[in-house]
Antibody, heavy 122, light 112 residues
Framework: EVQLLESGGDLVQPGGSLRLSCAAS????????MSWVRQAPGKGLEWVSS????????YYADAVKGRFTVSRDNSKNTLSLQISSLGAEDTAVYFC???????????????WGRGTLVTVSS | DVVLTQSPVSLAMSLGERATINCKSS????????????LAWYQQKPGQPPRLLIS???TRESGVPERFSGSGSGTDFTLTISSLQAEDVAVYYC?????????FGQGTKVEI
């Protein structure tokens, strides 16, 4: 059974940084592209970032480019998102997602974790 | 970015009725090289993460009830729930994966 468990969400001050993690299990992690999608309270879904199987190729939404860094550790089945220069607009639940097809990133979010909440406030 | 506009924003239906949600893209998401529409639909129930219902505009995911169907091509797409059930109360989102900058529609809330 595919499981994605996010952690690392917290209350952080504007301008601060945080590192989110996603522990994956139930599939061969190294063969699937992964992504982060966020959802502000009461709002819709927003794609944040994706990463290829090797981690060599990374993709970002314009809203986070230059502030967020996605990475993965295939030896530990872990996906990470380093987020910095945070503003109120970054307050959201951050979901870890898995692509449906092994190989190159497709950008369909087949499996989702339950998310981790990042709150940016002074 | 590819902008997806869903209509209506909300939908109040009766049990057993047919529900139709539209998704219009600012540009075609039909990839000519493989003749596939790079569009997906998700369902999100309160307090839960989204669930993938349909990919490639019309391919139902495993375990998704047959009352859910997707149609359309190019820039205009539709998610249809043929006979609304109580458990279908949710927000539905379309999403394009044609562009490397993935985008979602703003969501359609379905109520009974």
């Amino acid at each position: 059974e595919v499981q994605l468990l996010e952690s690392g969400g917290d209350l952080v001050q504007p301008g601060g940084s945080l590192r989110l993690s996603c522990a994956a299990s139930g599939f061969i992690f190294s063969t699937y592209a992964m992504s982060w999608v966020r959802q502000a309270p009461g709002k819709g879904l927003e794609w944040v970032s994706s990463i290829s199987t090797s981690g060599y190729n990374t993709y970002y939404a314009d809203a986070v480019k230059g502030r967020f860094t996605v990475s993965r550790d295939n030896s530990k089945n872990t996906l990470s998102l380093q987020i910095s220069s945070l503003g109120a607009e970054d307050t959201a639940v951050y979901f870890c997602t898995k692509d449906p097809i092994a190989g190159a990133p497709l950008g369909v979010f087949e499996y989702w974790g339950r998310g981790t909440l990042v709150t940016v406030s002074s | 970015d590819v902008v997806l506009t869903q209509s209506p924003v909300s939908l109040a239906m009766s049990l057993g009725e047919r529900a139709t949600i539209n998704c219009k893209s600012s540009q075609s998401v039909l990839y000519k090289s493989d003749n596939k529409n790079y569009l997906a639909w998700y369902q999100q129930k309160p307090g839960q993460p989204p669930r993938l219902l349909i990919s490639w505009a019309s391919t139902r995911e495993s375990g998704v009830p047959e009352r859910f169907s997707g149609s359309g091509s190019g820039t205009d797409f539709t998610l249809t729930i043929s006979s609304l059930q109580a458990e279908d109360v949710a927000v539905y989102y379309c999403q394009q994966y044609y562009s490397s900058s993935r985008t979602f529609g703003q969501g359609t809330k379905v109520e009974i």
